[in-house]
């Protein structure tokens, strides 16, 4: 499944962030769905990424697994069953409290054959019941009917729902909850005032107050908007773009080498003094204005060029490059 480029690697990673702003890109297509386990579009991945809390993070720099709202994990049974320890006192977007029931709701919900989950379908190693016991609010394990290859790695992509909360899947444990759906025209993201993760100063993350996400199927028109400094970043565009772009303004294009997967996005600060080029990376969460040179990203922003590479489900890598915008004259920092 395609995935996208979400998470921005910039120069000094640990540059205090500034809170508020908005930050402004495009989507190809209007979301097909806002149910997280049955994402199978580009778009709704989109919406996924930004919204959903998963109990493991891949790192899609190192492609190690990291704890999100789980804090440990065994596999057992010869990849048959995993036991999650959680993390606790989270809430979901509308403060209703996360617990392993949750989890468990989630579980079943995924593999229940009358879904048609593309999610689950990953899961899916043999016939049969797939078991969740909840030992303690804090704990779950999971047997599958038989072993599952890669079986902490897929819950990377399992976004967990509320089984109490009103709102069904529209509570949500990510950095941004979705706040406003015109079809055709964008979808609005907004700060998630209970997102359970803070930055190393101990602020509440994320640092944005909204992305908007307008659904542009036109590319000219997307690096028009970009140009005019109306977009502050796009996602992907073609080699033959990136090709003419590099012949054209050789000066603003950087080839930033490959990433392992599409949800990274590489990008190096201009420096003043090149010599003194730095690079860091800052999970979307973390991003702010000051990442792009002022309070409202907006105007006085050169542009950028930069190539990833973007890993599917099987182990080639297909090349996709990548438009940013930044000012021109940002400052060194020192990491």
Not at 242 to 270: C, I, N, T, Y
Request: with cysteine; aromatic share 6%.
């Amino acid at each position: 499944m395609k995935r996208v480029l979400l998470i921005i690697a910039i120069t000094a990673a640990s540059l205090f962030g500034q809170s508020g702003g908005e930050l402004r890109f495009c989507l190809r297509s209007d979301p097909k769905t806002f149910n997280p386990l049955l994402v199978e579009d580009e778009a709704s991945e989109t919406v996924r990424y930004l919204t959903g809390g998963v109990l493991i993070r891949v790192n899609r720099l190192t492609q190690e697994l990291q704890p999100e709202l789980a804090t440990s994990w065994k596999i057992s049974r010869q990849g048959r069953a995993i036991a999650f320890q959680l993390r606790r006192g989270i809430a979901f977007s509308d403060g209703t409290p996360f617990s392993a029931d949750d989890v468990a709701y989630t579980v079943r919900a995924l593999m229940d054959p009358a879904l048609h989950s593309p999610t689950g379908d990953s899961f899916r190693s043999a016939p049969g019941n797939v078991e969740t016991t909840v030992q303690a609010p804090d704990r779950i394990t999971i047997v599958f009917p038989a072993p599952v290859a890669g079986l902490d790695r897929l819950f990377d992509q399992v976004a967990i729902l509320s089984s109490r909360s009103p709102k069904k899947e529209a509570a949500v444990l990510g950095p941004f909850v979705l706040a406003h759906y015109t079809p055709g025209t964008e979808v609005v993201l907004e700060r998630n005032l209970h997102y359970w993760k803070t930055d190393a100063h101990g602020r509440r993350l994320p640092y944005l107050d909204a992305i908007h996400l307008d659904i542009q199927q036109n590319r000219d028109i997307e690096l028009a908007r970009f140009t005019r400094g109306e977009l502050q970043l796009i996602n992907a565009i073609d080699a033959e773009m990136f090709s003419r772009l590099a012949k054209q303004e050789p000066a603003l294009v950087h080839d930033a080498g490959p990433s392992l997967e599409s949800e990274m996005m590489v990008q190096s600060e201009p420096c003043r003094s090149p010599a003194r080029l730095r690079k860091g990376l800052v999970p979307f969460q973390e991003l702010s204005p000051r990442h792009f040179g002022g309070h409202q990203p907006r105007g006085h922003l050169s542009r950028r060029v930069l190539r990833s590479c973007a890993a599917r489900s099987r182990p080639d890598l297909s090349c996709q490059p990548l438009l940013v915008r930044r000012r021109a004259e940002a400052p060194c920092f020192r990491s």
